[in-house]
């Protein structure tokens, strides 16, 4: 960890940018190297650094940043942009370009940056000429090295277009075929969804490996660190339809944890045809992703629709070693969203494929209130059965797929979510009720003729189920199962519902948790 008397030794060794002669600070990045020395760096030291660091007090970021960006708005940091002629690695000819953000707004904690080439790690300095500013910034006349926000990675052929970046605390994000952002990932989650604020663990140093002219991939090692714990962390990249990221991390907690999460997504959902609550707005449906999906340990898949939830929510799906969960935004159709802004229906998923086996635990799902689409409300990650301990060495290693999920049920998948007034239409309902329909769609159900013997098999945690039934959809290749729940009390109820016929289960498992109006 850099000290107050380690940063004012470089900074006196580069004079406050005057030790540089002017090729050397107004040059491209990978030309502007080799002033302050190259130091060898493995993924063994990073993760010895991590054990070191976890044995040490926690060393908080220091929050102040430079006057003259320290009260920037929305728009004054938006006129801030890297000059894409200094991208790293732009003058190599090489399959990978590195962009880097600036410090400000959200962003007040700054990172450090590495290249690794044949194992030596050299620091990538700040200067402002790697930047423009708009025109309302009052740059001052010398500027130290105040470090970066973070960066953005593009593949070859589009060096437009953003393939993932690391901004702000451990969060990251990637894009898939539709090159469009959504929801994002982080390093780690630490007591999140607790009665109390929760912590977020910070990326504080990156090493960006050199690939080869013929590389496939992109490395990235980080060092993250937080109150409760340290670690190192590994990212293998790879670009295409869909862009994957093996991960490694080795955490090292600093004192016991209550809740971890290891793999966390973080996304938006306002409202969509399953939860109408929040729905004031001209467009049908406002979310990032419209479900969690699970694959268990024991070959059961799952659908879980997303709630706009009126309170903090948090769900438990227990497992032993999961083969995946993700994220994902299965409805495509741009007539249920009329956003051509947002774009919400080229959305990425994100999937989450262990590597080794996790053991017990359990995938978590929070649900957070939100008023409008600029906040984040959704949480789901792994939060291991056996708790974090001080002294431990804890490692964890998955694939993160960005795009469509590279597995899928071969059983018809849940499509559509609708909830509304129970009863049958024209006819006085005696008994308040709700009515859900689910419509599926897949596998050997879109393939049955109408007379066949299709079963909903529908369970709920408290209240009546009535009039249960299953139809083919006309006009479409999808069934629909539909029933009214007459609830008691107003505490949440747990539904669960798949179909099936003579061989088998026809359907992926749809669970909801319905919370009556008080």
């Not at 706009?308 to 497992?319: E, I, K, Q, T």
């Not at 999961?322 to 994902?328: E, I, N, S």
């Amino acid at each position: 960890m850099m000290t107050r008397r380690d940063l004012l030794a470089r900074l006196l060794t580069l004079a406050a940018w005057g030790a540089l002669s002017p090729a050397a600070l107004y040059a491209p990045l990978s030309e502007a190297k080799g002033t302050v020395g190259a130091k060898p760096f493995s993924k063994k030291w990073l993760i010895e650094e991590a054990k070191r660091l976890s044995l040490k007090p926690f060393d908080p970021p220091e929050e102040k940043l430079p006057a003259w960006i320290a009260d920037l708005d929305w728009d004054g940091y938006q006129s801030i942009r890297f000059k894409k002629e200094h991208s790293i690695w732009g003058k190599e000819t090489l399959p990978f370009q590195v962009k880097l953000f600036h410090l400000g707004l959200f962003f007040k904690h700054p990172v450090e940056i590495y290249e690794v080439v044949h194992g030596l790690a050299e620091p990538i300095p700040y200067s402002p000429d790697l930047f423009q500013f708009g025109p309302k910034l009052d740059l001052p006349r010398r500027v130290g090295n105040i470090g970066f926000a973070g960066f953005r990675v593009n593949a070859e052929p589009d060096f437009e277009r953003d393939m993932f970046a690391f901004l702000g605390a451990s969060y990251f994000r990637a894009v898939g075929d539709t090159k469009q952002y959504g929801l994002s990932a982080r390093g780690l989650a630490v007591d999140t969804g607790l009665p109390r604020p929760e912590e977020f663990p910070e990326f504080r140093r990156f090493w960006l490996e050199r690939p080869s002219a013929k590389s496939e991939f992109v490395t990235i090692h980080a060092l993250l660190d937080s109150p409760s714990v340290a670690g190192a962390y590994t990212f293998v990249v790879n670009p295409g339809d869909t862009t994957v990221m093996e991960i490694e991390a080795h955490l090292f907690p600093r004192k016991p944890i209550e809740r971890i999460g290891v793999a966390p997504l973080t996304s938006m959902y306002q409202y969509g045809e399953n939860d109408r609550r929040m729905s004031d707005d001209f467009r049908p449906e406002i979310h990032d992703t419209d479900g969690l999906a699970l694959w268990t340990g024991t070959d059961e898949w799952i659908w879980r629709p997303l709630v706009n939830s009126p309170v903090v929510r948090a769900n438990s799906f227990m497992d032993v070693n999961p083969k995946g969960f993700g994220l994902l935004q299965r409805d495509r159709n741009f007539d249920h969203y009329l956003d051509d802004g947002a774009n919400y229906h080229l959305r990425p998923s994100a999937w989450v494929e262990p590597i080794d086996g996790w053991g017990r635990g359990a995938v978590q799902l929070i649900e957070i209130p939100t008023p409008d689409e600029t906040f984040d409300n959704i949480v789901v990650f792994w939060s291991p059965e056996e708790p974090f301990q001080p002294g431990q060495e804890r490692v964890f290693k998955y694939r993160l797929h960005w795009g469509e999920p590279p597995a899928a049920p071969t059983a018809a998948k849940v499509v559509a979510t609708r909830i509304g007034a129970g009863g049958i239409p024209g006819q006085k309902n005696r008994i308040p009720s709700r009515k859900f329909v689910i419509d599926f769609e897949g596998g050997r159900l879109s393939g049955l003729p109408e007379a066949a013997k299709v079963e909903p098999v529908i369970t709920a945690s408290r209240g009546q189920i009535k009039q249960p039934a299953a139809r083919p959809l006309k006009g479409t290749n999808a069934w629909r199962c539909n029933f009214d729940l007459i609830s008691e009390g107003s505490e949440p109820i747990d539904l669960r519902c798949y179909l099936r016929d003579e061989q088998g289960a026809l359907t992926e498992t749809w669970l909801y948790q319905w919370t009556p109006p008080a």
